[in-house]
C-alpha cells in the first residue's frame, strides 16, 4: 500500500520517471504499454460484463442484479488503476535494470471473477427471481 | 509502415502496438454502446441520460488519446509512452466505470 502511494507520485509527476536509470528499448517500451492496454481491456470487458448483467438477466432481483453488476463494475475501476500502476512500476523496473515486478493482482482477478460468474450460474439455475 | 529513416522493425512492435490501440478503442466503443442501450432500455430518466452522456465523453476522450498516441507511433524511433497518457487512459476507463454505475443504479 505504501509502495502504491509511492508509485502515485510517479502518476503525476511524469517528469520523475525519467530522471531515473537509462531509457530502455523503445521495443521493451512498447510491450510494456500492450500489456497496459490489455488491461485497460480487460477492464473495459468488465465494464461491458456489468452492463450485460444488468441487460440481459431482468427476471432477477433488482438487489441481486444491481450488486452482480456493481460488483463487476468495480473491478473494472480497480483493473483500470492496476493497469497504470502496474505500467509505471514496470517502466520504472526497465529503467533501472530491475527485475519486473511480480504482483498477485492476476491471481485475486481471476478469483474474483470466478466467484461471479459461480454466483450468476447459482442465481440463474437455483432462479431467485423476484 | 516504415519510418522516415526507412528502418522497419522485424518484430513490427509500433504496429502491434498501434493494433492495441485500436483494440482498445473498440472494447471502449463496445462499453459505451452498452450504456446507450442499457439508458434507453425501460425508459430513460433524466440521470441515466445524463450518465450516458456522460460515458460517451469519456468514450470521446479515449478516442482522442488513442488518436494522438498513434500519431506519436508513426515515429522513427517511435515516442516512448508519457505517464500523462496513460493516466489519461486510464482515467477515462475509470470514468466509464463511474458513469456505468450511475446508469445501472
Given amino acids: 500500500m505504501i509502495e502504491f502511494v509511492r508509485n502515485l507520485r510517479l502518476w503525476f509527476v511524469p517528469q520523475a520517471i525519467r530522471e531515473e536509470g537509462r531509457t530502455p528499448d523503445y ?3 512498447l510491450a510494456n504499454e500492450r500489456t497496459f492496454l490489455a488491461w485497460l481491456r480487460t477492464a473495459l470487458a468488465l465494464i461491458g460484463g456489468g452492463f ?3 441487460q440481459f438477466l431482468p427476471d432477477l432481483r433488482w438487489a441481486w442484479r444491481v450488486g452482480l453488476a456493481l460488483a463487476l463494475l468495480a473491478a473494472g475501476v480497480l483493473c483500470s488503476l492496476r493497469a497504470v500502476n502496474h505500467w509505471v512500476r514496470c517502466e520504472r523496473a526497465m529503467r533501472r ?3 519486473l515486478p511480480v504482483s498477485r493482482f492476476p491471481a485475486l482477478l481471476s478469483l474474483a471473477v470466478a466467484v461471479v ?3 450468476m450460474v447459482v442465481v440463474v439455475l437455483v432462479g431467485w427471481e423476484g | 509502415m516504415t519510418g522516415p529513416s526507412g528502418a522497419r522493425d522485424p518484430g513490427l512492435q509500433p504496429e502491434r502496438t498501434r493494433l492495441a490501440w485500436r483494440r482498445t478503442t473498440l472494447a471502449c466503443t463496445v462499453a459505451a454502446v452498452l450504456a446507450a442501450r442499457t439508458t434507453l432500455h425501460g425508459g430513460p430518466t433524466t440521470i441515466g441520460v445524463v ?3 456522460l460515458c460517451f465523453l469519456a468514450w470521446l476522450g479515449f478516442l482522442a488519446l488513442a488518436h494522438r498516441r498513434i500519431r506519436a507511433l508513426a515515429g522513427a524511433p517511435p515516442a516512448p509512452l508519457t505517464p500523462r ?3 489519461a ?4 476507463t475509470l470514468a466509464l466505470a463511474a458513469f456505468a454505475a450511475a446508469v445501472v443504479l
Wanted: hydrophobic share 60%; proline share 0%; with cysteine.
Fill in chain 1, 27 to 29: 521495443r521493451f517500451s
Fill in chain 1, 52 to 54: 450485460a448483467v444488468d
Fill in chain 1, 97 to 99: 535494470g530491475e527485475d
Fill in chain 1, 117 to 119: 460468474a459461480v454466483a
Fill in chain 2, 51 to 53: 450518465a450516458c452522456a
Fill in chain 2, 85 to 87: 497518457h496513460a493516466v
Fill in chain 2, 89 to 92: 487512459a486510464a482515467a477515462c
